[in-house]
C-alpha cells in the first residue's frame, strides 16, 4: 500500500477481518434444480450475486412459471454440470485471459 501511497509507510496494522468466499470450483454459479422436488439453487456467486440478483430472480422465476426462458438457457449453470470432468474446461476461449492492468490504469 505504500507503494501507492507513501503516507502510509509508517503505518500500524491493527486487525483483520476474514469471511466465507462462497465460490463454485469453475467460478461459475449453481442455477437451477438440485435434489428433492422443488429444490433450486442460486448459489455460488461470493458477492457478486448482489448485482446479478434481479435478473438471476427473473431467470428462475421465468423456470419456474414456464419452464425455462427465452432469453436464457439455464443448463450450463446446472449443478450436475460437476459430474463430469468437463467443468474445468473455460466456457470460451478468452474465458481467463486478462488485460495486463487488469482494468487498473495506476
Same mark, same amino acid.
Given at each position: 500500500?505504500?507503494?501507492?501511497? !507513501?503516507?502510509?509507510? +509508517?503505518? *500500524?496494522? @491493527?486487525?483483520?477481518?476474514?469471511?466465507?468466499?462462497?465460490?463454485? !470450483? /469453475? &467460478?461459475? !454459479? $449453481?442455477?437451477?434444480?438440485?435434489?428433492?422436488?422443488?429444490?433450486?439453487?442460486?448459489?455460488?456467486?461470493? +458477492?457478486?450475486?448482489? %448485482? %446479478? +440478483?434481479?435478473? =438471476?430472480? $427473473?431467470? =428462475?422465476?421465468?423456470?419456474? @412459471?414456464?419452464? &425455462? *426462458?427465452?432469453? $436464457?438457457? @439455464?443448463? !450450463?449453470?446446472? @449443478?450436475?454440470?460437476?459430474?463430469?470432468?468437463?467443468?474445468?474446461?473455460?466456457?470460451?476461449?478468452?474465458?481467463?485471459?486478462?488485460?495486463? /492492468?487488469?482494468?487498473? &490504469? =495506476?
Amino acid at each position: 500500500m505504500s507503494k501507492r501511497f !507513501p503516507e502510509f509507510a +509508517g503505518a *500500524s496494522y @491493527l486487525n483483520g477481518h476474514a469471511c466465507l468466499y462462497d465460490m463454485t !470450483p /469453475d &467460478g461459475h !454459479p $449453481i442455477l437451477g434444480e438440485a435434489g428433492p422436488d422443488g429444490l433450486y439453487l442460486a448459489v455460488g456467486f461470493s +458477492g457478486a450475486g448482489f %448485482k %446479478k +440478483g434481479p435478473a =438471476i430472480g $427473473i431467470a =428462475i422465476a421465468d423456470h419456474l @412459471l414456464d419452464g &425455462g *426462458s427465452d432469453w $436464457i438457457d @439455464l443448463t !450450463p449453470f446446472s @449443478l450436475n454440470r460437476f459430474q463430469t470432468n468437463d467443468w474445468h474446461m473455460p466456457w470460451s476461449p478468452d474465458e481467463y485471459e486478462l488485460a495486463s /492492468d487488469f482494468g487498473h &490504469g =495506476i
